[in-house]
């Protein structure tokens, strides 16, 4: 194992974007964890990161002792609860940068719009703004819900590998929420197809029956993202819908551009 003076010496060690190298490696493990569903082994960081196992440990060490990470009794290590209250807050100030470009999406297309984020293997709504119409559609900010039922969450997914997919499917089930939902792996990555082939992703009464929602994912975001609008069936409808998608990804562009700027700053 590392002295403690070779520690010191790679924490205070700058990497070649002016950063704290020790600090840039240790969120790298954070977000490797979490790509691997939040529990690995040291070993499997090592190969995945390609740095070596005693600097691996000594990071985990760090991090277990803040409480970012723990190590569970089979001596693999997950991501801890203190990263919850961060991810709470980051989601919520994502939701409040966010809500401007969904006032206008409200403004342009008429029905109530929304941002959800996948977190882990749900859907969690972190923004809305409701429609002015007297018959609108609500959904709680902070709900969550599972991602093969709804517009957003086949925009998130739209993304992802299909073995990744069916791996998600498989740990949450695929519940009917309505006679329309998808219930099959098979039938869901078809679904996915088609997001990707036309730019959106559709919820026709899948989530609830009378209720039809359109979104698209925001590129490039931090954290996967989507923007959806949802109304009545009765006013969204196809025609509604050619109007409205050129909406939905300008909106979404511009919420990106946003994003990236901010990350920059």
Known sequence: MPTSSASTTDSAR???NGGVQSLER???LLERMADSGGEVGLSELSASSGLPLPTIHRLMRTLVACGYVRQQPNRRYALGPRLIRLGESAARLLG?????YLARLVEETGETANMALLDGD?????AQVPSKHSMRMFTEVGRRVLPHS???GKALLAGFPPEEVRALLSRTGMPAATEKTITTPDGFLAALEDVRRHGYAVDDNEQEVGVRCLAVSV???PTAAAISISG?????TEAATEKIVPVLQQVADELSEALASQNHA
Request: no cysteine; aromatic share 12%; charged share 15%.
């Open 232 to 236: 009545p069936a009765g006013r969204v």
């Open 26 to 28: 240790a969120f790298d």
């Open 122 to 126: 749900e859907i969690v709504y972190v």
């Open 96 to 100: 409040t940068w966010a809500r401007p």
């Open 150 to 152: 709804t517009g957003v």
């Open 219 to 221: 590129p490039n975001s």
């Open 14 to 16: 700058s990497s070649s």
